[in-house]
């Protein structure tokens, strides 16, 4: 069974500094899509970045960065020069290619100071 | 584009009530799924459908039923509301992973808070 692992339940980084959201998996299936979602306090769920398992290259939207390491089973997100309104809930979610469903991690609550 | 609509926001039920919530998307994506959120924690799947007609059970679907009668539309029923289902209950969609390459981003709607008294 895929399975998400967030370790971080909270973070905080000063504002125009980058960071670093740990996420970790674990699946049998060697075809696997990675998902960043962000959820703001108002509530709704916004994609951010995606990662296939075949991918060579780490993918990159903007300030936001996948930190892909196949072999530890890890995709960390990075967002670089952190701005006030990043402050939200961060989830990681995979889809094996075998499964239609799609799961998610605990998420990370990431806070940003002026 | 609305995108993914969801009725109502906000709903309270009596325990042994039953509702349905709403939902429907405009983007023509044959994938819908349904997550409830509990506070403080992730999204866990209730149940998902990849086209008209097709539905199954995803990680957390005793206490609900779904139907998908056409490619917009896919309303969760909640039968015998219970305690246990307070929670966020949030609708997407996306394209089917062999459509889009892999990167089937799904698309939410904005939720509904239900609180069962």
């Known amino acids: 069974a895929q399975k998400i692992t967030q370790t971080q339940p909270g973070m905080f980084v000063q504002e125009k500094e980058a960071v670093t959201l740990d996420c970790t998996y674990d699946?049998?299936?060697?075809?696997?899509?990675l998902f960043w979602y962000k959820q703001p306090s108002s509530g709704e769920m916004i994609f951010l970045i995606y990662?296939?398992?075949?991918?060579?290259q780490n993918a990159t939207e903007g300030r936001y960065s996948l930190n892909f390491q196949k072999a530890r089973k890890s995709a960390n997100l990075v967002i670089s020069a952190s701005q006030l309104g990043d402050s939200a809930m961060y989830f990681c979610a995979m889809r094996e290619a075998n499964n239609n469903d799609m799961r998610f991690g605990a998420g990370t609550r990431l806070t940003v100071k002026p | 584009n609305a995108g993914v609509t969801q009725t109502p926001k906000f709903r309270i039920l009596k325990i042994g009530q039953s509702m349905t919530l709403q939902c429907a998307q405009d983007?023509?994506?044959?994938?819908m799924y349904w997550y409830r959120q509990d506070p403080g924690m992730g999204l866990k799947l209730i149940y998902y459908?990849?086209?008209?007609?097709?539905?199954d059970k995803g990680e957390v679907p005793n206490g609900y039923n779904v139907s998908r009668s056409t490619t917009e539309d896919f309303p969760l029923r909640l039968e015998l509301a219970a305690p246990s289902q307070t929670s966020v209950y949030f609708c997407?969609?996306?394209?089917?992973?062999?459509?889009?390459?892999?990167?089937?981003?799904?698309?939410f709607g904005p939720g509904t808070r239900l609180t069962v008294l």
């Open positions: 997407a969609s996306s394209y089917s992973p062999r459509l889009a390459g892999g990167r089937n981003e799904q698309f």
């Open positions: 990662q296939g398992s075949y991918d060579q």
């Open positions: 983007m023509n994506h044959n994938y």
């Open positions: 459908s990849v086209g008209a007609g097709i539905t």
């Open positions: 699946t049998s299936d060697p075809s696997y899509g």
